[in-house]
Nanobody, 117 residues
Framework: QVQVVESGGGLVQAGGSLRLSCAASGSIVSLGTMGWYRQAPGNQRDLVAI???????NYADFAEGRATISRDNAKNTMWLQMNSLKPEDTAVYYC???????????WGQGTQVTVSS
């Protein structure tokens, strides 16, 4: 099985920045698309950004221009750099990784991001 662990969340003031990390481990052959999602209490889990194994990226409208998603395939690691954070960005941020061969998706436990005004 693939284990996914997020880190880097915390409390930050509005206008600040955070860099979230996602590390996948376990019996990994190759990871396909990876992504960051977020979920605030009472809301659904929304896409923040995704990145394919080849490096193609896609961002949610609210993240465009403020977020950068990247990955290192050799390390099975992914990052989300978020700048100009707003209180509305407060949520639990989840890492999603997809096994490239069996097409299963694995989720981390989430990391809390809290943006204060």
């Amino acid at each position: 099985q693939v284990q996914v662990v997020e880190s880097g969340g915390g409390l930050v003031q509005a206008g600040g920045s955070l860099r979230l990390s996602c590390a996948a481990s376990g019996s990994i052959v190759s990871l396909g698309t990876m992504g960051w999602y977020r979920q605030a209490p009472g809301n659904q889990r929304d896409l923040v950004a995704i990145i394919t194994r080849g490096g193609d990226t896609n961002y949610a409208d609210f993240a465009e221009g403020r977020a950068t998603i990247s990955r290192d395939n050799a390390k099975n690691t992914m990052w989300l750099q978020m700048n100009s954070l707003k209180p509305e960005d407060t949520a639990v941020y989840y890492c999603s990784v997809r096994d490239a061969y069996d097409r299963r998706t694995f989720w981390g436990q989430g990391t809390q991001v809290t943006v204060s005004s």
